[in-house]
């Protein structure tokens, strides 16, 4: 099931966060330390106004429901600049499935959903960040038709 997260969803959710920061940490270490984080820092994400956050959920026998993936949207309009089109885009700013249950079609249910409400909430495309070396996520946004639009380039000074 794919659902609006919710606070009490902390306890899972901070195992899937530290996998994505332990990941950027890896990849981009210049940019990402793996940090402590805490339930207050949850709870202001899900305060986001222009913004939604989605779990995808599934029902544990014994401890009740077990949160395998989330997903954090937000939207940005075109700043009033003449020389850009005005648009609405809505941002995957992160998205993670934990280890154990990849590849089963979670990440792209969580896309899926993020697409409906990005769209009923006026935004006319996804864009999101995938850092160098991020193989796996490459090849998922691959398939899910996502293509670059953009290159980042940097040389330390
Ligand atoms: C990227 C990620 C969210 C994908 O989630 P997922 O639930 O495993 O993805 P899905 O099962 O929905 O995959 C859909 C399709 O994408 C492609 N795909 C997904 N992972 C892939 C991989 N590791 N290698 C090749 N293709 C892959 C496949 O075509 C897959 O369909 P298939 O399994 O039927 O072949 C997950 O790998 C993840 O959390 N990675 C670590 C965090 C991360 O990198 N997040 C993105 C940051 S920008």
């Known amino acids: 099931v794919i659902r609006p997260a919710r606070l009490d969803d ?3 959710v901070r195992a899937l966060w530290s996998e994505i920061d332990d990941l950027h940490a890896v990849l981009a270490p210049d940019y990402f330390r793996a940090p402590i ?3 207050e ?3 202001r994400l899900l305060a986001i106004p222009a913004g939604a956050v989605f779990v995808a959920e ?6 009740g429901a077990e949160v395998l993936g989330v997903l954090v949207l937000r939207l ?5 600049d003449p020389a850009m089109v005005p648009r609405r885009r ?4 992160t998205l993670v499935v934990g280890r154990q249950h990849r590849r089963r079609g979670i990440g792209r249910d969580l896309m899926t959903e993020a697409t409906g409400w990005a769209r009923r ?3 006319v495309e996804l864009v999101l960040t995938v850092w160098d070396g991020n193989r796996e996520a490459e090849a998922f946004y691959e398939r899910l ?3 670059p639009i953009s290159r980042v380039l940097h040389a330390k000074i």
């Open 37 to 39: 984080r805490h339930e």
């Open 58 to 63: 599934r029902a544990r026998s014994e401890r």
């Open 10 to 12: 902390w306890p899972d």
């Open 145 to 147: 038709g996502y293509h």
């Open 41 to 43: 820092d949850w709870r």
């Open 90 to 93: 809505a941002h995957v700013e």
């Open 76 to 80: 940005y309009d075109t700043p009033a």
């Open 121 to 123: 909430h006026g935004a």
